[in-house]
């Protein structure tokens, strides 16, 4: 008898790999694998070793899946630049601090998760539309409370509303609820009172009181409260078909009125509006305080550095506004948003993992794209189809070609402002060494800038080529668009004709020299003015622009004081409707900031009102297309191209929505 032990000694070589993988690894194969097999026989007094070679079935070692797990899932940090201007609601008229304003206050009515033309309730359970249009009832929630612990009613929410309007300022977005509330073409409260007093509080308050007590009356009879109902209704002057649109911005946001009070703002009393009206985005009482119903409180800003907003741990919310939708507290515990003007170090914070979401120019996507593992391609609303890229263990994730709602154009000043002296202007004469103020009334010099224009570099250069030139003030895929409607080409043997023209001759006699400014770390404008200024140089080197940067608050503020010969801005819907294309153009907020004159304004203004009124989408078309003729033959501006949209965020980011009309919604988001 004997007895035997088989030893197996098999030795599998396994390559690694650092890169982590979004997915499970695949099930491993087995392989046939031939072996040495060492075989030890003991027998009666001897042992006997015998090797032999095998062919035996392994299975390798699986490869691990890296699962990318985020070091902190409480927190969300987005790299991106530029700055908050006002926490105002009733002022602030930027994009970057709308979507925080969105997630600290609460709207009576939501966005449908990522439609952009649905709405759901919010604060309002519900409405009802009566007298064909024209009037608005909306039941107002009840055990909604405010940050500071106030509970909302019906009184909060008319005081929000006719505050905002009281206030009024044409640099504010006010003008989107006067118009529905009082007819076509009255952008600011003091319109009622005396059109010549717009944005002068001083004459404003000079005004007869018993003019400025009707003038309050009708905006509170505009806007009336039902406590014992529970609802506010809307009293318009005309149907409005994009109110509720309107009121579900930023600008619509309720706020506690007590607590507006005590912080300084209007006390609710007709007989003293007059002295809260005209105020500015610094010098608002609620420029730097928050108390919201919303599921993000106010932590703190920092001019300039970062942004942070914390859970509201007893949002109301306690199921989806919206199907899908998030509820209860914040699942990301703290927002915070850094403002880093310079790529470089957006970039190295995205390599490093410190940001959970960045904003990328154009012209550097080529450096993200490779970290990317995943890419989702825009289908519809909410639909997306993603799918691994090449490098499937990258840590990005991102989304494409989704359709925005916004667009940079080029803005001629017609009468700059030099009041105590402008650098922008040069030495302020047409001799060589800088420009008129009036330098831009001249059409022929207008339509030269547009012929000097080269879209196609813009578009690759500063959009990688994801852009389409967009023709006339309305924006694509609106009612009233043109395809194959009057537009500018890139010339410069016209640019050339167009400048020997203006001013008689002088300014090919002369050449010209002024600035123009764009707002630090957009790469996007500067670009633009890269490519005037170096048009320009090659039809003539007399014709001198000379590039700078402006931290943005100090860009926005010459904007608005109408100091920048021309400003390069961006226009992000407020509503989805050509009115909201042709009436901040061509008669509202960048028509004033350009100076635009009288004739033209009130030319545009008869349009832009016949537009907004019309019963059916064929004729408003029609009147459009009117207003694209005018466009064109006036170049009060450069129209330049519309882009989709690219968002990358790491691939721990999840439940992410995109609608073009609620910013960056973190309420929805989630980490993993």
């Known amino acids: 008898m004997f007895s035997k032990k088989w030893y197996?000694?098999?030795?599998?070589?396994?390559?690694?790999?650092?890169?982590?993988?979004?997915?499970?690894?695949?099930?491993?194969?087995?392989?046939?694998?031939?072996?040495?097999?060492?075989?030890?026989?003991?027998?009666?007094?001897?042992?006997?070793?015998?090797?032999?070679?095998?062919?035996?079935?392994?299975?390798?070692?699986?490869?691990?899946?890296?699962?990318?797990?985020?070091?902190?899932?409480?927190?969300?940090?987005?790299?991106?630049?530029?700055?908050?201007?006002?926490l105002d609601p009733a002022w602030n008229y930027e994009a970057f601090g709308d979507g925080f304003l969105e997630d600290m206050y609460d709207q009576l009515v939501e966005y449908k998760g990522a439609d952009a033309t649905q709405f759901v309730p919010e604060l309002a359970t519900s409405w009802e539309i009566l007298d064909e249009g024209k009037t608005y009832v909306f039941t107002i929630r009840e055990g909604v409370k405010f940050h500071e612990g106030q509970d909302l009613t019906p009184e909060d929410v008319a005081y929000s509303f006719q505050r905002g309007l009281l206030q009024g300022g044409g640099w504010s977005p006010q003008w989107l609820y006067t118009e529905a509330f009082f007819?076509?073409?009255?952008?600011?409260?003091?319109?009622?009172?005396?059109?010549?007093?717009?944005?002068?509080?001083?004459?404003?308050?000079?005004?007869?009181?018993?003019?400025?007590?009707?003038?309050?009356?009708?905006?509170?009879?505009?806007?009336?409260?039902?406590?014992?109902?529970g609802t506010v209704t809307f009293y318009l002057d005309q149907a409005w078909g994009p109110l509720l649109a309107t009121i579900a911005g930023s600008w619509g946001s309720v706020i506690d009125k007590d607590w507006a009070i005590e912080h300084g703002t209007w006390d609710g009393d007709c007989a003293t509006w007059q002295n809260y009206y005209g105020v500015t985005s610094e010098s608002t009482p609620l420029r730097e305080v928050v108390n919201g119903t919303g599921p993000y409180k106010f932590d703190h800003w920092t001019p300039g550095e970062e942004f942070v907003m914390v859970a509201n741990e007893d949002y109301w919310a306690t199921e989806p506004v919206w199907p899908?939708?998030?509820?209860?507290?914040?699942?990301?515990?703290?927002?915070?948003?850094?403002?880093?003007?310079?790529?470089?170090?957006?970039?190295?914070?995205?390599?490093?993992?410190?940001?959970?979401l960045v904003?990328?120019?154009?012209?550097?996507?080529?450096?993200?794209?490779?970290?990317?593992?995943?890419?989702?391609?825009?289908?519809?609303?909410?639909?997306?189809?993603?799918?691994?890229?090449?490098?499937?263990?990258?840590?990005?994730?991102?989304?494409?070609?989704?359709?925005?709602t916004s667009?940079?154009?080029?803005?001629?000043?017609?009468?700059?402002?030099?009041?105590?002296?402008?650098?922008?202007?040069?030495?302020?004469?047409?001799?060589?060494?800088?420009?008129?103020?009036?330098?831009?009334?001249?059409?022929?010099?207008?339509k030269a800038f547009n012929y000097c224009f080269d879209w196609e570099a813009y578009i690759q250069d500063a959009l990688v080529g994801e852009a389409v030139q967009n023709y006339g003030?309305?924006?694509?895929?609106?009612?009233?668009?043109?395809?194959?409607?009057?537009?500018?080409?890139?010339?410069?043997?016209?640019?050339?004709?167009?400048?020997?023209?203006?001013?008689?001759?002088?300014?090919?006699?002369?050449?010209?020299?002024?600035?123009?400014a764009y707002n630090t770390g957009n790469v996007t404008?500067?670009?633009?003015?890269?490519?005037?200024?170096?048009n320009l140089a090659a039809v003539d080197p007399r014709y001198t622009i000379e590039i700078i940067g402006l931290p943005w608050p100090s860009f926005l503020a010459a904007i608005?004081?109408?100091?920048?010969?021309?400003?390069?801005?961006?226009?992000?819907?407020?509503?989805?409707?050509?009115?909201?294309?042709?009436?901040?153009?061509?008669?509202?907020?960048?028509?004033?900031?350009?100076v635009m004159p009288d004739d033209m304004r009130n030319e545009f203004l008869e349009l832009v009102s016949a537009g907004v009124g019309a019963p059916t989408p064929e004729e408003r078309a029609e009147i459009y297309h009117q207003i694209n003729q005018l466009d064109y033959d006036y170049a009060p501006a450069i129209r330049l191209a519309v882009p989709t949209g690219r968002r990358y965020m790491q691939r721990w980011v999840s439940d992410h929505i995109e609608n073009p009309m609620m910013r960056v919604p973190f309420y929805a988001y989630d980490k993993e």
């Open 525 to 534: 404008r500067q670009t633009i003015s890269e490519i005037l200024q170096n």
């Open 324 to 356: 899908d939708g998030p509820s209860g507290p914040p699942r990301l515990k703290r927002v915070v948003t850094m403002m880093v003007d310079e790529w470089g170090t957006r970039f190295a914070m995205t390599q490093a993992g410190d940001a959970d």
């Open 183 to 229: 007819g076509n073409g009255v952008y600011d409260i003091a319109e009622l009172v005396n059109a010549d007093c717009a944005d002068d509080p001083e004459c404003l308050q000079a005004e007869d009181p018993a003019a400025l007590m009707a003038a309050c009356e009708r905006v509170q009879d505009a806007i009336v409260a039902d406590e014992e109902a």
């Open 560 to 594: 608005r004081a109408s100091r920048l010969p021309i400003f390069v801005s961006g226009w992000g819907e407020d509503i989805h409707d050509p009115h909201n294309w042709v009436q901040p153009f061509m008669v509202g907020t960048y028509a004033a900031r350009q």
């Open 359 to 404: 904003t990328v120019p154009r012209e550097n996507v080529s450096q993200v794209d490779p970290m990317v593992g995943e890419w989702c391609d825009y289908i519809d609303v909410g639909e997306w189809d993603c799918h691994p890229t090449e490098n499937p263990d990258g840590p990005m994730r991102l989304y494409y070609g989704y359709p925005l």
């Open 407 to 446: 667009r940079t154009d080029a803005f001629f000043t017609f009468n700059i402002n030099v009041e105590g002296g402008n650098p922008y202007v040069g030495s302020g004469e047409l001799d060589g060494n800088g420009i008129p103020p009036n330098f831009f009334s001249d059409v022929h010099v207008r």
């Open 8 to 86: 197996v000694l098999l030795a599998v070589l396994v390559v690694g790999s650092t890169l982590l993988s979004a997915c499970a690894a695949p099930a491993p194969t087995a392989e046939m694998v031939e072996v040495e097999v060492t075989r030890v026989v003991e027998k009666e007094g001897e042992t006997v070793v015998e090797v032999e070679q095998v062919v035996v079935t392994a299975t390798p070692e699986p490869e691990q899946a890296v699962e990318f797990k985020a070091p902190d899932p409480d927190t969300f940090v987005w790299v991106t630049f530029g700055d908050v201007d006002t």
């Open 473 to 516: 003030p309305i924006n694509a895929g609106l009612v009233g668009y043109q395809p194959d409607g009057p537009h500018y080409s890139y010339d410069l043997d016209k640019c050339a004709e167009e400048l020997e023209l203006a001013w008689d001759g002088a300014v090919a006699e002369n050449g010209f020299r002024f600035q123009i």
